[in-house]
Structures are given as structure tokens and as C-alpha cells.
């Protein structure tokens, strides 16, 4: 049973839009939420985070909303650069565990 | 560089050798996480250590597998008898407290 969803297997954007990513996630103990960036044959890299007591995480082009009631968050990147085609990972942790546990990715393709 | 290390970068085993992973974290980093993430999956947590302690490990570490991180410092993961299904890209992350990781470039493991 997936604990954090991402429907979107892949999001193709204008440079210079708006790119919403979306994430839901279906444990409740969740408490703490990140999104990393991956290109190929690299590692995940952290983007932003936010914690269960805030709704709300800007970091310069970079904004996750975080609604709990409906389990849900999603990553704003304004204005959407090609450097940002990447998969994008949501990742959550909580209840007692350290591990993270991630989404499936959603592959961010920005057309010129 | 002062990031998360990860040697190999690649291995090439035959099914039923054992391999050995390295991951050097982030120095003054006392948590280290191995993940291991498939193709079109998200990385999946293995087993995490606070400074030398194991203390999580996921239902995914079979007896096959070992990790040690015997001085709080670098790690080792181990896998034994190697199977085809344990081909897949081996990631290390390390942080300073719970919640942001930081990861390496993985090794890429393909069991022939």
C-alpha cells in the first residue's frame, strides 16, 4: 500500500509558466514533508521542506502547501526554468520512523 | 567535495556473489540512511544508523543483507548470495538531525 502518491508520472511545462507538482499522502502520523529533485544517474537532491505545523515553505522560485485535512501537498516552481526538467520526488516522514518514504516521482519537462 | 560519498559507482555481479557498498556521509553528520530505489520507483528506505547504532531496518533488509557502520563513521551495506531482483541503484543519505538527508550518487548494482 503506497503511503505518499504522486498521480502524475510526468507534467510538461512552458519555460517561464507556472509548474505545479502534486503529492497525497495517506498516513496520518506523516509529520514532516520534502521534495528532492533527480536528474539520471545521480542522486536525489533536497529541494524544500515543511513541517506539519506550517501550511506554507517559500524558498525563491520554490513553494510546497501543505493541506493536512485533505492529506495533500504540492511543490510551486514560478518561473519554471529548462534546468528544473528533472523527476521530482515528495517525500514524507513521521510516526516514531526516521526512514523517509518517498512517491513514485513525477517527471518535470520544461519546453522552451 | 564535501558531500555524501559512494564507491563503486557501478558493480557487475554474477547471482549468488557477494557485493560490498561504501558510503561516506557528510562528516559532521552522525545519521546515515541506505535506500535503494528500482526503475520507476522511488527510493525505498533499507536501514538508518545514529552514529554506530542501527537502529531502524526495513522489512526489505532480508538476512541476505548486512550493514555495519562500525566507527559512526563511513558504512558498508553487504549483499549476500545475490539474487537478479537486487539489481537496482543503491543510495546513501546522511543528515545532522532528523529530517533533511542528504544523498550520494548511489551505486548501481546489476546482478547477471
Known amino acids: 500500500d503506497q503511503q505518499v502518491k504522486q498521480n502524475s508520472p510526468s507534467l510538461s511545462v512552458q519555460e517561464g509558466r507556472i509548474s505545479i507538482l502534486n503529492c497525497d499522502y495517506t498516513n496520518s502520523m506523516f509529520d514532516y514533508f520534502l521534495w528532492y529533485k533527480k536528474y539520471p544517474a545521480e542522486g536525489p537532491t533536497f529541494l524544500i521542506s515543511i513541517s506539519s505545523i506550517k501550511d506554507k515553505n517559500e524558498d525563491g522560485r520554490f513553494t510546497v502547501f501543505l493541506n493536512k485535512s485533505a492529506k495533500h501537498l504540492s511543490l510551486h516552481i514560478v518561473p519554471s526554468q529548462p534546468g528544473d526538467s528533472a523527476v521530482y520526488f515528495c517525500?514524507?516522514?513521521?510516526?516514531?520512523?526516521?526512514?523517509?518514504?518517498f512517491g513514485k516521482g513525477t517527471h518535470l519537462i520544461i519546453q522552451p | 567535495d564535501t558531500g555524501v560519498s559512494q564507491d563503486p559507482r557501478h558493480k557487475i555481479t554474477k547471482r549468488g556473489q557477494n557485493v560490498t557498498f561504501r558510503c561516506d556521509p557528510i562528516?559532521?553528520?552522525?545519521?546515515l540512511y541506505w535506500y535503494r530505489q528500482t526503475l520507476g520507483q522511488g527510493p525505498e528506505f533499507l536501514t538508518y544508523f545514529q552514529n554506530e547504532a542501527q537502529l531502524e531496518k526495513s522489512r526489505l533488509l532480508s538476512d541476505r543483507f548486512s550493514a555495519e557502520r562500525p566507527k559512526g563513521s563511513f558504512s558498508t551495506l553487504e549483499i549476500q548470495r545475490t539474487e537478479q531482483g537486487d539489481s537496482a541503484m543503491y543510495l546513501c543519505?546522511?543528515?545532522?538531525?532528523?529530517?533533511?538527508?542528504?544523498f550520494g550518487p548511489g551505486t548501481r548494482l546489476t546482478v547477471l
Open positions: 562528516s559532521e553528520h552522525n545519521r
Open positions: 517525500a514524507a516522514s513521521g510516526g516514531g520512523a526516521d526512514g523517509l518514504t
Open positions: 543519505a546522511s543528515s545532522p538531525f532528523r529530517n533533511e538527508q542528504f
